[in-house]
């Protein structure tokens, strides 16, 4: 059965750009790298639309939206930041008072998020697929690329450590 | 006595099927240790799911960064303009370059062993240095 | 509202039977070993016995591997990045990203056999393939790393021997090595490359100027195929004839090489398969000296 596939990628940016941005945001606390994120994925989408077999497109996209997050991991891994003198740190941007970000709401939930921060990655990013992103454990099993046991194995080992966490 | 382990969770996320619900629902009747746990991460689980979603940071998206141009404007230019904005914030350059004369069995082996450094198997059992080198490049 | 989801494969639900250990936990869990150690690498090979002694030193997903001779050849890998230097100079370096499509696991380990190798606590483990045994490896059981790794032909014969002949578990300091700038990225590409070949799935495709190629893995070994616009040059390398197609073929200790043309250009296969499945996998790629649809396929994409 085909689906609609967005045709455009401003479409694509409008619907599941906020939702990259809280899958990165909730996984890594950094707002400056997950805006990052939602560019990159946004990119690849776009380059990626003329090629894609309709399948599933949430599928496709949150594979995307994985691929990009770990790259950006790696290539963070391989290539200290070098701080230039004259380089404005992108922390104090996001810091500062003139940024429209939503202060308010990112004060709710500071300790869950500071708990998640605790988590394996693994553990992490499932929690994160299922619970913030909304995603089923079906479609968590292809994002990830692992078995849908392993999918619920780390649901479950996530939770009781945030609940170790919590308490 | 076997416990429920993680078809808890399974439940609370709806994954599991009728008879596996019927199962662990009996479980959970005799059971008070896997009761607590249900009840616990009952309670994480809302709690993660209550987090608020927070808005895209302004300027995330480029297409925000455009404002509205007035309808008297010419509006091909209006477009070029639009799209001058949103390809310089994504960075799009095309740089072609010649292909190169000649790719030596090191240069491939390099890409062999670069891709090598992210498979799962990547360690010990994996690991090569090449015996001879071709020193005429 | 949260649907149902049928699971339509159960044994995907299913985690690993009790008696099998997953292997790629237990490779994963080595990458993150911190260690240094001499290895000792032989192989029998159809031209001979190939064999090497290599420096390991491994921190933090990377792995720094030196050879005994010449001894100031050294390699630098992890994370996507590769690098050979001879006395400090750089000779090739590449940096890549991989997809993350991990391989539909061939093999199975039994539940382990603990064991004691080098002074060290370890766990000996079979890998089958269905009834085939094609390893037998020894993870050190505190830090996951492979102590040892036995490679079996589908004869029963042994293909190589890795094992550690010094072991020492102090976190070594590597430095730092910067690799290629330019990081060649994962993409579709539009060539003859099949998507499975022999059991090998293909995870990754890359192109760049002049070359694509793309990287195939069954869980444990794994090759990578090369498609060039011009010849590859291949020193040291036997003749051999395999299905009425000549190809070059050189075997370093743990890996081989083959090299052939077709009429477009040059291809190349890399990798750590054992001997038996070679045929196999060069039957399931485009064969010498025939007229391959690859030109056009470059032309497509190069103009």
Redesign the interface.
Known sequence: MVEPVPLNW?EV??VY??KI??FA??LTGN?ADS?DL??EV??RVRK?LE?YQPGSFDGWLW?IT??AF??EV??K????QISLPDEVDRWDI?ASPS????YD??S??DD??KA?LELPIEFREA?VL???VGL???EI?AA???????V??R???G??Q??DV?S | MRHAGDTISAYLDGELRPEEVHRLLEHLASCGRCSAEMTALQGVRSSVRSLPMIELPRGTLPEAEVTPIPLRRNRGFIAAVAAAVVAAVIGIAALVTPPPESISVEDLNSRFGARLSLDPAFGPAKVLVPETVELQR | MRRLILVTVAVLMMPATAMATDLEELLAQGKEANYSAEQIITCSTPEGVKDSVVRIRQSDGDLHAAASVPSDLEVTSGSGGWTLSQAGSVITSTSLDASGIEAEPRYELDEGTPAAFLGRRVTLYEMRDGDLLRARLIFDTQLGAVMKAVTYSADGTVYCERRFITFDPTPPVLTFVRHADDIIDEEPVDSDLPEEIAGFHRLDEYAEDGLIFAYYSDGFFSFAVFETDVVVELSDAARIIIDDDEYRRAFDPGQVTFVWETESGGMALIGDLPPDMHQEVLAGLPPPGRASWWGRIWRGLFG
């Open positions: 401003e940016a409008r750009g906020r941005y809280n945001y909730r707002p805006a939602v560019q946004l990119l990626g090629s594979r994985r691929n770990l790259d790696r290539r891994k391989r290539r200290p996001a940024a429209d970000i939503e709401r990112l709710i939930g869950i998020q998640l929690v299922c619970d913030v089923s454990y079906e099993a990830t690329a692992v078995p849908i046991g392993t619920r194995s649901i479950h080992r939770r009781k945030l609940r919590l």
